[in-house]
């Protein structure tokens, strides 16, 4: 039931933690991440109690894969579960992303609550966006409605009719305004938003409507607040309203141990958006060796002999990645990297091999880079200079993009029917 705000009245305004990108199942090269899951969760239940929340959003990849395991499954509802009873009147909405089965995050829906929302893909009624589903009225404090928020997971092609995904937004901003009557709105969203700074090694390619990054213009002026998922940097966008990517709880690859993770609490006031960022503790380091580039391989073992590391449980010993140069057959690498490695309480990652550019001062290459890192967008653009002596046209560019996206992922139907 809506309570609507008595006409004249003060009111309170709405505290929207937003967070994104758990990726729940995750594993490091076979290291799993469970023990990083369960502090962070301890930590985001505390924090939603501490600051008071209103309101928790998931902004799409709660797991890692589609068809995600059993016990990263328990961990969610567990998680559920047990902040419903500690802040019953906390209302919870977790959208679909890219990595997730929209049916298998649909499926509780029907199990729960009016105040737990499970948006996995695009919900319809008669062929047309159900915008009494995707719009959702957000309590303050008071129990009273004071504001309003477009839960939209991540779109697919068959999502989309001739305008796209502006037309869709556009629609869907129409509906949020007519019941919201002037309250703060609130757009979510699972895609790539030009100007958001991409993880290398970390996210998949999203391609929606042929676009593989949206523009800030797809998000209409009179929202007070964007929550978007899919980048894992923490990162506000240059915009005429406040957009942000909350980010992932932890570095999900090396690449994303510089910067800090967070979350973001959204004062929703009637009169505008206070933006508040969260950190969020790190329970397990990311190491590297070098910080940057490489090291020669007898310089590497000895950094490797130089750690002075304390003995802590295996599952919050550190992660480490070490990259070697080499400019030539270097046969017992491997060997010798692990033999220094032995007696340390790390976990190592991989081993990556660097070779250097030709010229005397050049800097590493990655023409030694592991065939993990290779993207398939720069193989198939590398393979079609090689062939035909000139890049891919945009229309092919395109093209193929979708057919690596629709490649990556499971058909959800098959999925949920246990088949691979």
């Known amino acids: 039931m809506i309570t609507p705000t008595p006409p004249g009245a003060p009111v309170k305004p709405v505290r929207l933690l937003?967070?994104?990108?758990?990726?729940?199942?995750h594993e490091l090269f076979g290291h799993t991440r469970e023990a990083e899951h369960d502090a962070f969760l301890a930590w985001l239940s505390d924090t939603l109690e501490q600051t008071q929340a209103d309101a928790l959003l998931v902004t799409g990849d709660i797991y890692d894969v589609a068809n995600p395991s059993v016990p990263a499954q328990q961990r969610l509802y567990r998680f559920i579960a047990q902040i419903r009873q500690?802040?019953?009147?906390?209302?919870?909405?977790?959208?679909?992303?890219?990595?997730?089965?929209?049916?298998?995050?649909?499926?509780?829906?029907?199990?729960v609550d009016t105040d737990v929302h499970f948006i996995g893909g695009l919900p319809r009624h008669e062929r047309t966006p159900d915008m009494e589903r995707i719009c959702i009225p957000l309590k303050n404090a008071d129990g009273m409605t004071?504001?309003?928020?477009?839960?939209?997971?991540?779109?697919?092609?068959?999502?989309?009719?001739?305008?796209?995904?502006?037309?869709?937004?556009?629609?869907?901003?129409?509906?949020?305004?007519?019941k919201a009557h002037g309250l703060p709105m609130v757009l979510s969203g699972h895609l790539h938003v030009a100007g958001g700074e991409v993880s290398e090694l970390s996210e998949r390619r999203l391609v929606i409507g042929g676009e593989e990054a949206a523009a800030t213009d797809l998000f209409d002026p009179r929202a007070a607040y964007v929550a978007l998922g899919h980048l894992h940097r923490p990162q506000t966008l240059n915009a005429a309203m406040p957009i942000r990517y909350a980010g992932s709880p932890f570095p999900l690859s090396a690449t994303e141990r510089a910067y800090r993770h967070s979350v973001t609490l959204a004062i929703l006031e009637?009169?505008?958006?206070?933006?508040?960022?969260?950190?969020?503790?790190?329970?397990?380091?990311?190491?590297?060796?070098?910080?940057?580039?490489?090291l020669p391989l007898e310089d590497a073992v000895k950094a490797i002999q130089a750690l002075d590391l304390p003995d802590l449980p295996r599952r919050l010993r550190p992660f480490i990645e070490i990259a070697i140069l080499?400019?030539?057959?270097?046969?017992?690498?491997?060997?010798?990297?692990?033999?220094?490695?032995?007696?340390?309480?790390?976990?190592?990652?991989?081993?990556?091999?660097?070779?250097?550019?030709s010229g005397q001062n050049a800097a590493p290459s990655e023409r030694g880079r592991d065939l993990a890192d290779l993207q398939a967008k720069d193989v198939f653009i590398a393979l079609h200079q090689h062939k035909h002596h000139k890049p891919p046209s945009d229309a092919l560019s395109r093209a193929f993009a979708e057919l690596v996206l629709a490649a990556s992922r499971e058909d959800d139907s098959g999925q949920m029917d246990g088949n691979n």
């Open 18 to 25: 937003h967070t994104s990108d758990w990726h729940l199942g």
């Open 86 to 111: 500690r802040l019953p009147r906390l209302q919870i909405i977790i959208i679909g992303g890219n990595h997730d089965s929209a049916l298998r995050i649909d499926l509780p829906g029907a199990l």
């Open 146 to 178: 004071a504001a309003w928020l477009a839960a939209v997971p991540f779109c697919r092609p068959s999502d989309l009719e001739a305008d796209g995904l502006a037309g869709l937004y556009a629609r869907i901003i129409t509906a949020l305004a007519q």
């Open 270 to 294: 009637p009169t505008g958006t206070i933006l508040d960022i969260l950190p969020i503790p790190r329970p397990v380091a990311f190491l590297r060796i070098p910080e940057q580039g490489a």
């Open 326 to 357: 080499v400019d030539g057959p270097e046969p017992h690498l491997q060997a010798r990297i692990l033999a220094a490695l032995e007696d340390k309480p790390v976990r190592l990652t991989r081993i990556r091999r660097v070779a250097p550019q």
